[in-house]
Protein backbone atom coordinates (compact mmCIF):
# COMPACT_ATOMS: atom_id res chain seq x y z
CA UNK A 1 0.00 0.00 0.00
CA UNK A 2 1.05 3.83 -0.89
CA UNK A 3 1.33 5.92 1.88
CA UNK A 4 -1.37 8.40 2.14
CA UNK A 5 0.40 11.12 3.83
CA UNK A 6 3.17 10.93 0.50
CA UNK A 7 0.03 11.54 -1.44
CA UNK A 8 -1.44 14.09 0.44
CA UNK A 9 1.68 16.31 0.08
CA UNK A 10 2.00 15.79 -3.52
CA UNK A 11 -1.54 15.78 -4.81
CA UNK A 12 -3.81 18.63 -3.11
CA UNK A 13 -7.44 17.75 -2.20
CA UNK A 14 -6.68 13.99 -3.41
CA UNK A 15 -8.81 12.76 -0.14
CA UNK A 16 -11.99 14.77 -1.88
CA UNK A 17 -11.54 14.11 -5.33
CA UNK A 18 -10.95 9.84 -5.27
CA UNK A 19 -14.60 9.24 -4.83
CA UNK A 20 -15.33 9.95 -7.92
CA UNK A 21 -15.22 7.95 -11.01
CA UNK A 22 -13.42 10.66 -13.23
CA UNK A 23 -10.85 11.98 -11.33
CA UNK A 24 -8.10 10.27 -12.66
CA UNK A 25 -6.33 10.49 -16.81
CA UNK A 26 -8.12 7.33 -17.99
CA UNK A 27 -4.88 6.99 -19.91
CA UNK A 28 -2.99 6.20 -17.53
CA UNK A 29 -4.63 4.17 -15.10
CA UNK A 30 -4.29 0.53 -16.58
CA UNK A 31 -0.67 1.67 -16.67
CA UNK A 32 -0.42 2.73 -12.91
CA UNK A 33 -2.19 -0.48 -12.10
CA UNK A 34 -0.32 -2.92 -14.13
CA UNK A 35 2.88 -1.39 -13.15
CA UNK A 36 1.72 -1.36 -9.04
CA UNK A 37 0.71 -4.88 -9.64
CA UNK A 38 4.43 -5.98 -10.61
CA UNK A 39 6.28 -4.08 -7.96
CA UNK A 40 3.75 -6.64 -5.51
CA UNK A 41 5.16 -9.21 -6.99
CA UNK A 42 8.56 -9.00 -6.73
CA UNK A 43 11.45 -8.62 -3.45
CA UNK A 44 12.81 -5.17 -4.53
CA UNK A 45 14.48 -4.15 -1.53
CA UNK A 46 17.45 -2.67 -2.64
CA UNK A 47 15.66 -0.53 -5.66
CA UNK A 48 12.08 0.11 -3.36
CA UNK A 49 12.61 3.78 -2.51
CA UNK A 50 13.28 4.94 -6.65
CA UNK A 51 10.29 2.35 -7.37
CA UNK A 52 8.19 3.67 -5.08
CA UNK A 53 8.86 7.61 -6.14
CA UNK A 54 8.22 6.64 -9.76
CA UNK A 55 4.81 5.21 -8.83
CA UNK A 56 4.19 8.14 -6.72
CA UNK A 57 5.02 10.47 -9.51
CA UNK A 58 2.63 8.03 -12.11
CA UNK A 59 -0.05 8.70 -9.72
CA UNK A 60 0.46 12.16 -8.91
CA UNK A 61 0.17 12.86 -12.97
CA UNK A 62 -2.63 10.58 -13.28
CA UNK A 63 -4.98 12.14 -10.92
CA UNK A 64 -3.42 15.77 -12.11
CA UNK A 65 -4.55 15.36 -15.49
CA UNK A 66 -7.77 13.49 -15.65
CA UNK A 67 -8.84 15.72 -18.69
CA UNK A 68 -6.02 15.82 -20.29
CA UNK A 69 -6.63 12.99 -23.11
CA UNK A 70 -6.09 13.91 -26.95
CA UNK A 71 -9.90 13.59 -28.75
CA UNK A 72 -8.97 11.88 -31.51
CA UNK A 73 -7.38 8.84 -29.57
CA UNK A 74 -10.19 5.78 -28.93
CA UNK A 75 -10.83 4.31 -25.58
CA UNK A 76 -7.64 4.04 -23.58
CA UNK A 77 -6.21 0.71 -24.18
CA UNK A 78 -5.07 -1.28 -20.95
CA UNK A 79 -0.84 -2.69 -21.25
CA UNK A 80 -1.88 -5.83 -21.55
CA UNK A 81 -4.17 -5.04 -25.34
CA UNK A 82 -0.95 -3.39 -26.47
CA UNK A 83 1.50 -5.88 -25.30
CA UNK A 84 -0.84 -8.22 -27.08
CA UNK A 85 -0.74 -5.69 -29.76
CA UNK A 86 2.70 -5.90 -30.26
CA UNK A 87 3.02 -9.69 -30.31
CA UNK A 88 1.22 -9.98 -33.09
CA UNK A 89 2.72 -7.46 -35.13
CA UNK A 90 5.91 -8.64 -34.31
CA UNK A 91 4.48 -12.12 -35.87
CA UNK A 92 3.20 -10.28 -38.70
CA UNK A 93 6.81 -9.32 -39.54
CA UNK A 94 8.31 -12.46 -38.85
CA UNK A 95 5.99 -15.32 -39.97
CA UNK A 96 8.21 -15.83 -42.81
CA UNK A 97 10.95 -18.02 -40.06
CA UNK A 98 10.02 -21.24 -39.47
CA UNK A 99 11.99 -21.06 -36.02
CA UNK A 100 9.52 -18.44 -34.69
CA UNK A 101 8.42 -19.57 -31.08
CA UNK A 102 6.70 -18.22 -27.89
CA UNK A 103 9.68 -18.19 -26.39
CA UNK A 104 12.05 -16.21 -29.31
CA UNK A 105 9.33 -13.61 -28.76
CA UNK A 106 8.79 -13.17 -25.43
CA UNK A 107 12.92 -12.68 -25.78
CA UNK A 108 12.18 -10.74 -28.06
CA UNK A 109 9.78 -8.39 -26.25
CA UNK A 110 11.28 -8.80 -23.02
CA UNK A 111 7.85 -10.54 -21.47
CA UNK A 112 7.78 -14.27 -20.19
CA UNK A 113 6.26 -17.27 -22.67
CA UNK A 114 3.96 -17.65 -19.45
CA UNK A 115 2.64 -14.23 -19.79
CA UNK A 116 2.68 -14.14 -23.66
CA UNK A 117 0.41 -17.68 -23.62
CA UNK A 118 -1.66 -16.02 -21.10
CA UNK A 119 -2.31 -12.87 -23.29
CA UNK A 120 -3.40 -14.91 -26.24
CA UNK A 121 -6.04 -16.78 -23.93
CA UNK A 122 -7.62 -13.98 -22.62
CA UNK A 123 -7.98 -13.10 -26.20
CA UNK A 124 -9.81 -16.56 -27.16
CA UNK A 125 -6.70 -17.64 -29.60
CA UNK A 126 -2.98 -19.19 -29.16
CA UNK A 127 -0.18 -18.21 -30.27
CA UNK A 128 0.55 -20.59 -32.48
CA UNK A 129 -2.75 -20.25 -34.37
CA UNK A 130 -2.30 -16.55 -35.06
CA UNK A 131 1.10 -17.58 -36.47
CA UNK A 132 -0.93 -19.82 -38.92
CA UNK A 133 -3.75 -17.59 -39.63
CA UNK A 134 -1.27 -14.93 -40.60
CA UNK A 135 0.97 -17.47 -42.31
CA UNK A 136 -2.09 -18.89 -44.63
CA UNK A 137 -3.42 -15.64 -45.44
CA UNK A 138 -0.12 -14.71 -46.82
CA UNK A 139 0.30 -17.84 -49.07
CA UNK A 140 -3.26 -17.36 -50.12
CA UNK A 141 -2.62 -13.59 -51.49
CA UNK A 142 1.01 -15.17 -53.31
CA UNK A 143 -1.34 -18.04 -54.71
CA UNK A 144 -4.14 -15.31 -56.09
CA UNK A 145 -1.63 -12.55 -57.32
CA UNK A 146 -1.76 -12.78 -60.98
CA UNK A 147 1.36 -14.08 -63.31
CA UNK A 148 3.53 -10.39 -63.79
CA UNK A 149 5.90 -10.96 -66.51
CA UNK A 150 5.49 -14.91 -67.27
CA UNK A 151 6.91 -15.31 -63.80
CA UNK A 152 5.09 -16.83 -60.56
CA UNK A 153 6.75 -18.82 -57.09
CA UNK A 154 5.86 -22.14 -57.39
CA UNK A 155 3.45 -23.89 -54.96
CA UNK A 156 6.43 -25.17 -53.13
CA UNK A 157 8.51 -21.55 -53.14
CA UNK A 158 5.39 -20.05 -51.57
CA UNK A 159 5.09 -22.61 -48.66
CA UNK A 160 8.96 -21.81 -47.67
CA UNK A 161 8.82 -18.10 -48.08
CA UNK A 162 5.30 -18.28 -45.86
CA UNK A 163 7.12 -20.52 -42.85
CA UNK A 164 6.00 -23.55 -43.96
CA UNK A 165 8.66 -26.34 -43.34
CA UNK A 166 7.17 -28.62 -46.18
CA UNK A 167 4.70 -28.42 -49.22
CA UNK A 168 3.00 -31.44 -47.72
CA UNK A 169 2.71 -29.87 -44.41
CA UNK A 170 1.31 -26.15 -45.98
CA UNK A 171 -1.16 -28.30 -48.64
CA UNK A 172 -2.31 -29.82 -45.32
CA UNK A 173 -2.69 -27.15 -42.97
CA UNK A 174 -4.14 -25.01 -46.51
CA UNK A 175 -6.87 -27.21 -47.75
CA UNK A 176 -8.09 -27.50 -43.85
CA UNK A 177 -8.16 -23.32 -43.36
CA UNK A 178 -9.58 -22.63 -46.73
CA UNK A 179 -11.46 -25.62 -47.79
CA UNK A 180 -9.93 -25.86 -50.95
CA UNK A 181 -6.21 -26.74 -52.15
CA UNK A 182 -3.07 -24.34 -53.19
CA UNK A 183 -3.06 -25.63 -56.52
CA UNK A 184 -7.23 -24.55 -56.88
CA UNK A 185 -6.55 -21.59 -56.00
CA UNK A 186 -3.65 -21.01 -58.79
CA UNK A 187 -5.79 -22.21 -61.55
CA UNK A 188 -8.85 -19.92 -60.80
CA UNK A 189 -6.57 -16.90 -60.80
CA UNK A 190 -7.48 -15.30 -64.13
CA UNK A 191 -3.79 -14.00 -65.05
CA UNK A 192 -3.58 -10.82 -67.13
CA UNK A 193 -2.88 -11.03 -70.62
CA UNK A 194 1.18 -10.30 -71.78
CA UNK A 195 -0.18 -8.57 -74.74
CA UNK A 196 -3.42 -6.55 -74.88
CA UNK A 197 -6.57 -7.66 -77.46
CA UNK A 198 -6.61 -5.10 -80.14
CA UNK A 199 -9.94 -3.59 -80.19
CA UNK A 200 -11.54 -4.82 -83.71
Same mark, same amino acid.
Not at 13 to 28: E, H, K, Y
Not at 59 to 64: G, R
Not at 84 to 100: K, M
Not at 114 to 122: E, G
Given at each position: ??? =??????????????????? +???????????????? &?? !? &???? %??? %??????? $?????????????????????????? $????????????? +???????????????? #??? @???? !????????? +????????? *?????? *?????????? !??? #? =? %????? =???????????? +???????????????? @? =?????? !????
Amino acid at each position: MMP =CDILRARVRGIDDCTGRTD +FANPLLVPVVRTLAAQ &FL !K &FDIR %ETS %EVLERTL $IDLVALMVETPHAVPMDLPLHKSLAT $ITHERIVDFISDN +FADPELSPKTVASVLK #IST @RYLH !KLFHAHGIS +FEQTLMKIR *LAEAHR *LLASPVVAGK !KPS #I =C %EIAFA =CGFSSQAHFSTR +FRNHFGTTPRSVVSNT @R =CPPIFP !KLSE
